[in-house]
């Protein structure tokens, strides 16, 4: 399967411990974005890279967020202190950018984030 | 903060009938897309209409944008059991093209 993959699809946890997502985009995508998604809400964007810069971050992203993509390929999101209200599924989706022009994303099945 | 809302926010009908659902967005954005996903997955891309066309089709779907209402439909013409599923608009928004959905119609195709 050569699409978006995610790891793990599924993740339970307490408050207060940490967690961490991966995802594989395609391989030639050089622009990868992390969504989160709350139960009947659409997917909102919490930040994006092109290769390994980290280029914007929504407000959404507190400093308890940090995302990476250290070789311009796979991308980790890593939550400290979960809190009950990080229950939600994350998203991950690339594209390849080629400059001027609009380029559809291709999303990964997520991974969904229970915090008890 | 969802940009775009979607109407109604659940739909059912009859296998065989056609689903509309309506989207209308707050800011401007460049062109409109429309995502199927299925309960607890990912997004599946349907359809993109640019902000320079007024309708498009592809398959069983036709898509209408006015830009001047700031809104757009999707038609899903004869529909099956296999089309029950979750549907988001979404705009590109920015030099990033990050995607804002609104809050999604949830569609049921009764066998």
């Known amino acids: 399967d050569t699409g978006v993959s995610q790891d793990p699809r599924h993740k339970i946890t307490k408050r207060g411990q940490n967690v961490t997502f991966r995802c594989d985009p395609i391989?030639?995508?050089?622009?990868l974005y992390w969504y989160r998604q709350t139960l009947g809400q659409g997917p909102e964007f919490l930040t994006y890279?092109?290769?390994?810069?980290?280029?914007?971050k929504s407000r959404l992203l507190s400093d308890r967020f940090s995302a990476e993509r250290p070789k311009g390929s796979f991308s980790t999101l890593e939550i400290q202190r979960t809190e009950q209200g990080d229950s939600a599924m994350y998203l991950c989706?690339?594209?390849?950018?080629?400059?001027?022009?609009?380029?559809?994303?291709?999303f990964g099945p997520g991974t969904r984030l229970t915090v008890t | 903060s969802q940009q775009g809302e979607e109407d109604p926010q659940a739909l059912s009908i009859q296998e065989g009938e056609n689903a509309t659902m309506n989207c209308s967005y707050k800011?401007?954005?460049?062109?409109l897309q429309w995502y199927r996903q299925n309960s607890g997955r990912g997004l599946v891309h349907l359809i993109l209409i640019r902000s320079n066309e007024r309708e498009k089709h592809s398959g069983r779907l036709r898509v209408t944008l006015d830009t001047s209402k700031k809104s757009s439909s999707l038609l899903i013409t004869a529909s099956r059991a296999a089309d029950t599923a979750s549907y988001f608009c979404a705009g590109f928004k920015g030099g990033a093209q990050k995607l804002v959905f609104g809050q999604g119609t949830r569609l049921t195709i009764n066998p």
């Open positions: 800011t401007s954005i460049n062109n």
């Open positions: 391989s030639e995508h050089n622009r």
């Open positions: 989706a690339s594209s390849f950018w080629r400059g001027a022009g609009l380029y559809e994303q291709y």
């Open positions: 890279f092109q290769n390994e810069a980290q280029l914007e």
